[in-house]
């Protein structure tokens, strides 16, 4: 819904200053432009995942590099004899990282990887190009966006396995849903962030220095590195204005084994969602489909 909301939005903005191509009639028909527009974001999704499958640093940054932080953290600061305490009790520190690691790599495909290819596609001349075919805005972003949440989907499930064979950690059975949801819920909103970010980065040079200098402070002040209590308090409070922190708490209560009940964090939620809804109307009053280097 919120992806069909972006497309509509842009849409109108886009008839209101009369510039772009001009929509054809079957492609706005209210019955057959549904289909269409569900056809066209899957067939966009699949390019978009065989893109990115088929790019070598994509797949590097966004499946490798956080299972390479898992077994980094978890072997130097893991154990049998280190724990941590959690609500409700102590768990070893390597199982810990698990849920951290799993945000890391929620951001890494939703936020980060978007960010680079979008500016990267902007700049090039991509989307413009895109943007003059008959093919619907609103499945253009809806497709993009479906692969940063089933990529997501998917480094969860790979560090989840990694984390249940090489650690004994597995998710209570109660609060597997929550742990689904949350991811959903992260990806969408990070995704939202992404295109937020992406519209005020005017080289495709700079798209990359740029988001990991503004995510590797978050992620060590939100426990994601680090474990929380051995941050200094005025740490732990600016990690809590932003949704790194919110998103990790989140994933920790739904994968802590002492959790009671469903396991859905809702005030962590909605913190991740309100960013999500901000990065959203960031997104729609700047993000343009035409380079802006020139």
């Given at each position: 819904m919120?992806?069909l909301w972006?497309?509509?939005k ?10 772009g191509?001009?929509v054809s009639?079957s492609?706005?028909s209210?019955?057959?432009?549904s289909?269409g527009?569900?056809?066209?974001t899957?067939?966009q999704?699949?390019?978009d995942?065989?893109?990115f ?12 590099l956080?299972v390479?932080?898992?077994v ?7 154990g049998?004899?280190?724990?941590v305490?959690?609500?409700?009790g102590r768990?070893e520190?390597s ?5 951290g690691?799993?945000?890391l ?5 939703s ?12 700049e090039a001349?991509?989307l ?5 075919t008959?093919?619907?805005?609103g499945a253009l972003i809806?497709?993009?966006?479906l692969?940063?949440?089933v990529t997501?989907l ?11 064979i ?8 109660r609060?597997?849903?929550?742990l689904v949801?949350t991811i ?8 939202c962030l ?6 005020v980065i005017?080289?495709q040079d700079s798209a990359?220095?740029?988001t990991?200098a ?11 590195f680090?474990v929380?209590t ?5 740490l732990?409070?600016?990690?809590d204005?932003f949704?790194?922190?919110?998103l990790a708490?989140?994933?920790l209560?739904a994968?802590?084994?002492h ?7 809702g005030t962590d939620?909605l ?6 809804v901000?990065?959203?109307?960031v997104?729609?009053?700047?993000f343009s489909w035409?380079p802006?280097?020139?």
């Amino acid at each position: 819904m919120i992806i069909l909301w972006l497309y509509r939005k842009l849409r109108a903005r886009r008839a209101q200053h009369s510039s772009g191509p001009v929509v054809s009639p079957s492609t706005t028909s209210s019955d057959r432009g549904s289909v269409g527009l569900v056809r066209m974001t899957a067939h966009q999704f699949r390019y978009d995942l065989r893109a990115f499958l088929r790019n070598r640093q994509s797949r590097f940054f966004t499946l490798a590099l956080p299972v390479l932080f898992l077994v980094i953290f978890a072997s130097v600061f893991g154990g049998s004899d280190r724990t941590v305490s959690i609500p409700g009790g102590r768990i070893e520190t390597s199982v810990y990282y698990v849920p951290g690691i799993i945000a890391l790599g929620i951001i890494a495909a939703s936020f980060v990887n978007l960010v680079i290819s979008v500016t990267a596609q902007r700049e090039a001349g991509v989307l413009k190009r895109r943007r003059a075919t008959p093919v619907p805005a609103g499945a253009l972003i809806a497709g993009r966006a479906l692969t940063a949440v089933v990529t997501a989907l998917g480094i969860a499930a790979l560090l989840l396995s990694i984390g249940w064979i090489a650690y004994g950690a597995s998710v209570p059975e109660r609060t597997a849903p929550a742990l689904v949801v949350t991811i959903v819920v992260g990806a969408v909103s990070f995704c939202c962030l992404g295109y937020a970010l992406a519209s005020v980065i005017h080289d495709q040079d700079s798209a990359q220095p740029i988001t990991q200098a503004v995510m590797l402070p978050l992620y060590f002040i939100s426990g994601v590195f680090v474990v929380i209590t051995a941050l200094p308090h005025w740490l732990v409070d600016v990690a809590d204005v932003f949704p790194v922190r919110h998103l990790a708490d989140a994933l920790l209560v739904a994968y802590n084994p002492h959790t009671t009940g469903s396991g859905f964090a809702g005030t962590d939620l909605l913190v991740v969602g309100a960013w999500g809804v901000f990065g959203l109307i960031v997104a729609l009053r700047r993000f343009s489909w035409v380079p802006l280097a020139h």
